[in-house]
C-alpha cells in the first residue's frame, strides 16, 4: 500500500458575520478550492419567517477541524437583508429555530446537561432560556401550534415503556451494559446507520406553559416513517386543535412503501386513518383555511422513486383531489399561499431544483424560476415573499426572498462571500447528445481553474448515486464538482437513464436495467465531449461514483473493454447484487430494482451484478466503504477488494469503521478527498 501524505491545517469556527466584511478578503490571486476551503464554508440552513413578516431565523453550521466535529447556531436577518445578528442562547450549538405565533419568542434544541437535546424556549428580546422537556431519548424536529399552546417533536422510545424513566433505563442498559448482544424479531434490525434496538420513533407534544408532554402516537410504529418521508411529516391544523401525521402500519415495513396519513386530536385519543392509497404518503400541510390538507402521493406500491404528486385531502367530505397528474415532475417540498388559493412547490427540473406554482382550485402549473437550484422554502405572511435558501455549483446556501408578483429575486444573506472571493472556480456548463435509442440525454461540465481552451486536460467523469436522482446546479458537499476540477480536469457530469427531473418514463428506464440503456448513456456521454471538447485528453479519463455510481464503477470495470478509463473511484458501491439484498435494510428497493428476489429472480440478479464479470477486472480501483453502511453492507467494498486482488488488478481499499453510506466527519472527509484525488491523480496525472 502506498503511504498518503496528509497536510493538516487549524481551522477555526467560521464566522458568518465577519465573513462579509471586506476587510477580511485577502490580497493577491484567486487559488483552486482545497480541502480546507470546503470546511470553512458555513451551511447555512433552515430559514423561518417571523409571524409579522419582517425577520427571518435561521442556521448557521461551522466545523473545526482539530476538533473534527462541527457547531450550529442561530441567526437573524431582515427582510430587506440588513440587521444580521446572531441569536444568543448560552448554548455551544443550537438548532431547529421555530417561531411562536406571536412573534415574541423563538423555541430550538439543544443538548442539556447530560448531552441529550432538548426543546427550549427564548423571548426573542433576549433572556435566558426555558427549558420545556426532560425527556429522556432526546427530541428534535420542532413544530408551534399556531394557537401558541403547543410545540410537536419527535423522539424515540421503546414501545413496551410505559413511562419515560423506564426507556432510560433501557436506554441506559444499551449503553452501558457489559452484554451487548441483540435479539431480532422482525425487520428492519437497522435503517441506515443505526441499530433499531427494539425502538419507534413517536410524536410527541409538551405544553409551553405546563411543560406536560404527551405522546401522539403510541405503540410498534414509527412517526415520522423509518425512511422515504417529506420534509416534515406531521402538521397542525389552522386552529391548533388537530395534528396530520405519517405513519406505517404494514406488518413488515422493509418491504413496503405504504406510508399513511392519519388525524388525532392535540389532547390524544383515537387517531384516524385518512389515505388508503397502498404506496406512499407523506408530508402533510393544512391549508390556511383549514379546508384541506395538501400532501403528496406516490401511485406504484413498492417504489420508491415513482413520481410524487401534490394530493388535497377535502376535510369537509373526505374528497381526494390529485392536483398535478398533469405535471411530469415529483413535488418536493410544498407551501400554501396565506388566502388558500395556490400551493408552491419546488421539483427537480434537468439539472436545477426549480420553483412552481399550482392553482389549488385548477390545477395549472406555472414555473416561477429557471435554471437555479431552490430549497427550503417558506412564505411571508401577507404572501407577498417566497424565502428560501438558493445555490450553485460555484455557491454555496444562502438565503434569498422572491416578489412573488413581479418574480424578482433579491439575495439577502452573503454568509461566505469572503471565502469565496478568495476562490477559483467556473460555472458549470450544459450539453446534450444522443443516449440509448436516440433519446437526448443531458451533460453538465466543470472546466478547472485557470482554464485555457488551448490546452489539452485530463477528465474526471463522476456517475452520480440513486440511481433515481440527478446531478444538479448545487454546491455539494462529498462530491463537490470543484474539488475534482481544483488539479487541473475537466469534470463531467451526466443524468443518465434513472435521473429525475426528465419525467417519469426517463426515470423508469432504469429499474430492472441497471446495466443496459444507463450504460449505454454514459457510455454515449463520453463518446460525445471527446468529440466535441478538443482541450480534453481522451487517453487521460477516470471515473468516479458513490451508492449507485459506485455500482456503475463495478460494472464498468467488468465492461472496459476499449480502455476508455484509466482507473475507478468506487465508494459505497454494490458489487454482488445476491449477498446485497440479504444485507441491505431498504429491501422494497432491491424487489422493485431487479424484479423480486435472488431466488425468484436469479438471472436477473446474475445478469446486472458485477460480481458476475470478475473475470474481466483490469482497471486499477480504488475501493472505498464504511462499517456503519448499512444500505449497502460494507461486506460489499470487502468483496470488491478482494475480486480485484485476487485478479492483480492494482487496487487500494479506504476504510472508515466510523462513517456510514455518508463521510460526514471533518478529519475523515479530508482524508477521503486526499485519498482520492491522489489516486486519480496517479492514473491520469494532473
Known amino acids: 500500500m502506498r503511504k498518503l501524505i496528509l497536510f493538516i491545517l487549524s481551522v477555526s469556527f467560521f464566522d458568518p458575520i465577519n465573513s462579509f466584511s471586506q476587510s477580511n478578503m485577502p490580497s ?38 482539530e476538533e473534527n466535529k462541527g457547531a450550529t447556531n442561530i441567526y437573524m436577518v431582515s427582510m430587506d437583508g440588513t440587521g444580521l445578528h ?29 448531552g441529550i437535546a432538548q426543546v427550549y424556549a427564548e423571548n426573542v428580546a433576549g433572556g435566558t432560556p426555558r427549558k420545556l422537556t426532560g425527556i429522556s431519548l432526546g427530541a428534535s424536529g420542532l413544530l408551534w401550534s399556531p394557537d401558541g399552546k403547543n410545540i410537536a417533536f419527535v423522539s424515540d422510545v421503546f414501545p413496551g415503556c410505559p413511562t419515560d424513566s423506564c426507556n432510560a433505563a433501557r436506554e441506559y442498559e444499551l449503553e452501558h451494559g457489559k452484554v451487548k448482544a441483540k435479539i431480532f424479531t422482525s425487520l428492519p434490525y437497522r435503517v441506515w446507520n443505526v441499530w433499531k434496538d427494539g425502538k419507534r420513533s413517536h410524536l410527541f407534544v409538551v405544553n409551553v406553559d405546563s411543560a406536560a408532554v404527551k405522546d401522539l402516537t403510541p405503540g410498534n410504529y414509527d412517526t415520522p416513517p423509518i425512511d422515504l418521508g417529506g420534509k416534515m411529516d406531521y402538521a397542525f391544523s389552522p386552529d391548533g386543535k388537530e395534528v396530520c401525521y405519517v405513519k406505517n402500519t404494514d406488518r413488515m415495513i422493509a418491504i413496503s412503501t405504504n406510508n399513511d396519513l392519519f ?26 383555511d383549514g379546508r384541506y390538507i395538501a400532501y403528496r402521493a406516490q401511485m406504484t406500491p413498492g417504489f420508491e422513486s415513482d413520481r410524487s404528486r401534490l394530493m388535497l385531502y377535502d376535510r369537509m367530505n373526505s374528497r381526494i383531489i390529485n392536483l398535478t397528474e398533469r405535471f411530469d415532475r415529483s413535488i418536493d417540498e410544498v407551501v400554501w399561499s396565506p388566502d388558500s388559493k395556490e400551493l408552491y412547490f419546488n421539483a427537480d427540473d434537468e439539472g436545477y431544483h426549480n420553483i412552481f406554482a399550482v392553482n389549488s382550485m385548477t390545477g395549472d402549473v406555472k414555473k416561477l424560476t429557471r435554471e437555479s437550484t431552490n430549497e427550503d422554502m417558506t412564505i411571508t405572511p401577507d404572501g407577498r415573499y417566497l424565502v428560501f435558501l438558493r445555490q450553485s455549483v460555484t455557491h454555496p446556501n444562502d438565503i434569498y426572498r422572491m416578489n412573488i408578483e413581479t418574480g424578482k429575486v433579491t439575495q439577502l444573506t452573503h454568509t461566505n462571500d469572503a471565502l469565496l472571493a478568495t476562490l477559483d472556480m467556473n460555472p458549470w456548463e450544459s450539453f446534450w447528445f444522443e443516449g440509448a435509442g436516440g433519446t437526448r440525454v443531458e451533460g453538465f461540465m466543470v472546466k478547472p481553474p485557470n482554464f485555457n481552451p488551448k490546452r489539452e486536460y485530463p477528465m474526471v467523469y463522476l456517475v452520480h448515486g440513486g440511481p433515481q436522482g440527478q446531478w444538479m446546479d448545487e454546491f455539494h458537499y462529498r462530491w463537490n464538482a470543484e474539488m475534482f476540477a481544483a488539479p487541473g480536469y475537466v469534470v463531467v457530469m451526466v443524468n443518465p437513464r434513472g435521473s429525475t427531473g426528465y419525467g417519469q418514463k426517463f426515470t423508469d428506464e432504469i429499474s430492472g436495467d441497471w446495466g443496459g440503456k444507463v450504460y449505454t448513456d454514459l457510455m454515449d456521454g463520453v463518446k460525445y465531449v471527446t468529440d466535441h471538447y478538443p482541450f480534453i485528453n481522451k487517453d487521460k479519463i477516470a471515473a468516479a461514483g458513490a451508492s449507485y455510481g459506485g455500482y456503475m464503477m463495478n460494472w464498468m470495470e467488468g465492461h472496459n473493454d476499449e480502455g476508455t478509463f484509466k482507473c475507478f473511484v468506487s465508494h459505497d458501491g454494490l458489487y454482488d447484487a445476491v449477498s446485497a439484498f440479504g444485507s441491505t435494510e431498504e429491501l422494497w428497493f432491491p424487489l422493485w430494482e431487479f424484479k423480486g428476489t435472488p431466488w425468484s429472480d436469479p438471472a436477473l440478479y446474475s445478469k446486472w451484478s458485477p460480481s458476475s464479470y470478475v473475470k474481466n477486472f483490469k482497471t486499477p480501483m480504488l475501493v472505498i466503504h464504511s462499517q456503519n453502511d448499512f444500505r449497502l453492507d460494507v461486506s ?22 466510523n462513517e456510514f453510506h455518508f463521510v460526514v466527519k471533518p478529519q475523515d472527509a479530508r482524508l477521503w478527498w486526499n485519498t482520492v484525488l491522489g489516486w486519480i491523480g496517479r492514473y491520469i496525472g494532473n
Open 28 to 65: 493577491g490571486g484567486k487559488h483552486p478550492i482545497t480541502v480546507e476551503d470546503m470546511w470553512k464554508v458555513a451551511r447555512v440552513s433552515d430559514p423561518q419567517v417571523s409571524p409579522d413578516g419582517k425577520t427571518i431565523a435561521y442556521q448557521v453550521t461551522t466545523y473545526r477541524m
Open 86 to 114: 446572531k441569536f444568543e442562547t448560552g448554548f455551544i450549538s443550537c438548532s431547529d429555530p421555530v417561531w411562536s405565533p406571536d412573534g415574541k419568542s423563538i423555541a430550538f434544541v439543544a443538548d442539556d446537561s447530560a
Open 636 to 657: 460489499q467494498g470487502f468483496q470488491l477488494f478482494t475480486a480485484l486482488q485476487m485478479q492483480g488488478v492494482p487496487s487500494e481499499m479506504l476504510y472508515f469503521p
Open 263 to 288: 388525524v388525532e386530536s392535540v389532547d390524544g385519543g383515537a387517531s384516524k386513518r385518512i389515505t388508503t392509497n397502498r404506496a406512499n404518503d407523506n408530508q402533510p400541510l393544512y391549508s390556511p
